[in-house]
């Protein structure tokens, strides 16, 4: 089984920056992508980033403003979020696809973190 724990989501004025972060953890064998969803009140969840082995993938949206990256040896991936705007409030959740210590397939996802863009 393998857990994610994110952090560093919180309250942000417009044009301000927030650092989410997302540990795995538990029986990991490899991981292969590592990306941040997004999901705002009445909306579907949307892809924001995602960091495969190898490449990275971005939504529209937040091209050119947010910044994925991934420490692998401490299997963690990050989520640089500059030139916040309202429309990025939403709860942001990471996920994990890889493979388990049994070699079995796994789709992991964390809990959510909160950020809300406000003035």
């Known amino acids: 089984q393998v857990q994610l724990v994110e952090s560093g989501g919180g309250l942000v004025q417009p044009g301000g920056s927030l650092r989410l972060s997302c540990a795995a953890s538990g029986s990991i064998f490899s991981i292969y992508a590592m990306g941040w969803y997004r999901q705002a009140p009445g909306k579907q969840r949307e892809l924001v980033a995602i960091s495969t082995n190898s490449s990275t993938t971005y939504a529209d949206s937040v091209k050119g403003r947010f910044a994925i990256s991934r420490d692998n040896a401490k299997n963690t991936v990050y989520l640089q979020m500059n030139s916040l705007k309202p429309e990025d409030t939403a709860v942001y959740y990471c996920?994990?696809?890889?493979?388990?210590?049994?070699?079995?397939?796994?789709?992991?996802w964390g809990q959510g973190t909160q950020v809300t863009v406000s003035s």
């Open positions: 996920n994990a696809r890889g493979r388990s210590r049994s070699l079995r397939h796994f789709d992991s």
